[in-house]
């Protein structure tokens, strides 16, 4: 045995083997590189991260600047000022993908410029190996590149690199390994913050890629969920996000051990619901994303109860036609989705309803479309996304045949026109009310404005200033401007 081998041997047996004690071991180690670093440029490095795709990303990312804060690199809101690049991808639909590859042609010539420059690229894009292949192949300057499933390894990826490691530091998972808690987090605003509640989704819709890239569902435990609320609300949490692919269907498989489904197996979404509503300092709940086929009327009912919680759902109906959901593999019809949207607004009569509408899945016929635009008429929502359906390989709709673009594109303007109608007409319904906003930021675009959510989750801005940011206020909607709010504070 060599010496160097011998110490090698000695080293990795100061490395802990249990998380988080590892990912805590190597941000340390990270952390008296950048030390150094701080001290030969005057200043800390920066980093940023730019984030595509969902919550769950945006949610993610906090957690991958938190670890670069606790490392010592410091956040800068512009990419272009950034020493550290992370691009957190998604991969939903396939413009997703060629806008990545833009964005990385462009980094190129910023990082031969740039001594010591860094990129990463994680998220759900990297879960596909032909992605992964791409990066090898053509983007080489790209230095660290991680998966869903492993992005708490920040750290320990980066220390590879930053400790001499010459080529790219690849290492993406291909199911998930371990649930990591208790990691650093950023959060963007400090008085409301996302909470996973469980990871994956167990649907295979046909048309989507999400099971494949963030894999099957996990739930986290309640207690591990409840206990870190409360850390939240005593740090100043007001509002919080539960976040899952599909919470309703919270509980179907646990990723530990929890005492409080031993004593009530029968505890799901709607139960924890409540207990996050009992934690102290906690004054709104929001929760998404909802699959028509799982919210219960017990949801409703605690809905009803909770004055806490948002009275808004985003209930996702994708197609109105029952032949294409079946096709969908959505497990509901047209009948079983506007049965649903009675039963909510009639417990529910002031909900605020929003939705995910897509146009162009194969098959889809004119009728269909029709059925599409009853449904956006029928429900009246005060938000809808709507999206082109785009072709994931891997998926079972990717097999079938496909509609010509053209048609498609027709038919998704005359959906879009509608949905843009219907969704100002509705949103309009508060004029003349005085609504609870939460104040968020400074206005981008008006000096001497803020702008805030109500609890219907519609964008208010009024006069008012920095010292209102993270507070409750009261609201004079004074005029709807389609999607927004123009209003004037009542107190
Ligand atoms: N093409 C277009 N839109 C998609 N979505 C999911 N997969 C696809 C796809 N292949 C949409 C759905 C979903 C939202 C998050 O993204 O409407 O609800
Ligand atoms: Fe995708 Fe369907 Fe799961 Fe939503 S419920 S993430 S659309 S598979």
């Known amino acids: ?100 590859y833009g964005h990385l042609g462009a980094l190129k010539k910023k990082k031969e410029s740039t001594d010591g420059m860094l990129i990463g690229i994680c998220g759900c894009m990297m879960q596909q190996p032909e992605v992964v292949d791409v990066i090898r192949d053509k983007y080489r300057f790209v230095d ?22 010459k080529s790219q530091v690849i290492e993406v998972l291909a199911e998930p390994e371990k649930n990591v808690e208790n990691l650093p987090e950023k959060r963007k605003y400090t008085f409301k913050s996302g909470v996973n509640i469980m990871y994956g989704c167990n649907n295979f819709c046909t048309y989507c890629i999400v099971p ?116 969908m593999n959505r497990r509901y019809t047209k009948e079983d989705y506007l049965a649903l949207v009675d039963r909510i607004r009639a417990k529910l009569p002031d909900v605020s309803l929003t939705t995910d509408i897509m146009v162009g899945f194969p098959g889809e016929t004119d009728e269909d479309i029709q ?33 010509p673009e053209d048609l498609v594109n027709e038919r998704f303007n005359r959906v879009l026109s509608v949905v843009r109608e219907t969704c100002a007409e509705t949103s309009a319904r508060f004029e003349g009310q005085t609504k609870e906003v939460l104040v968020e930021a400074l206005n981008d675009h008006m000096d001497g404005y803020v702008t805030g959510r109500m609890d219907n989750n519609i964008l208010v801005h009024f006069p008012g200033d920095e010292s209102l940011i993270g507070q409750f206020v009261n609201v004079h909607l004074d005029e709807a401007k389609g999607f927004y709010y123009l209003g004037t504070r009542t107190e």
Do not use: W
Not at 55 to 74: P, R, T, V
Not at 257 to 280: A, H, M, Q, R, T
């Open 212 to 327: 494949y890239v963030r894999g099957r569902e996990r739930s986290r435990t309640p207690e591990d969920i409840l206990s870190e609320i409360k850390c939240l609300a005593e740090s100043g949490v007001i509002e919080i996000m539960l976040l899952g692919q599909n919470v309703n269907s919270y509980g179907v498989n646990f990723l530990e051990d929890s005492e409080i489904i031993s004593n009530n197996p029968d505890y799901g979404f709607p139960e924890l619901l409540e207990d996050v509503c009992k934690i102290d300092g906690i004054k709104r709940v929001r929760f998404m994303t909802s699959h028509p086929k799982d919210l219960s009327d017990k949801l409703i009912d605690v809905i009803v109860r909770n004055p806490k919680i948002a009275r808004q759902i985003h209930l996702p109906f994708q197609s109105g036609s029952t032949a294409i959901l079946k096709a």
């Open 144 to 165: 660290i590149v991680f998966g869903t499933f492993n992005f708490y390894k920040l750290a320990e990826l980066l220390y590879k690199r930053l400790s001499g490691e």
């Open 371 to 403: 059925d599409t635009i009853d449904v956006v008429r029928y429900a009246k929502y005060d938000q809808a996304f709507t999206f082109i359906y785009s072709i994931r390989t891997g998926t079972p709709a990717a097999k079938m045949e496909q509609l």
């Open 1 to 100: 045995m060599d010496s160097t081998h011998i110490l090698n041997n000695e080293i990795e047996e100061q490395i802990p083997v249990n998380e988080p004690a590892r990912q805590e071991y190597f941000m340390d180690k990270c952390h008296e590189i950048v030390e150094e670093m701080i001290i030969k440029n005057g200043k800390a490095p920066t980093f940023h991260v730019s984030t595509f795709g969902c919550q769950m990303n945006a949610h993610d990312s906090e957690k991958l600047s938190g670890i670069l804060e606790k490392i010592g690199y410091a956040e800068t809101e512009e990419e272009s000022d950034a020493d550290f690049v992370i691009y957190n991808t998604c991969t939903v639909r396939e413009n997703a993908n060629q806008k990545l």
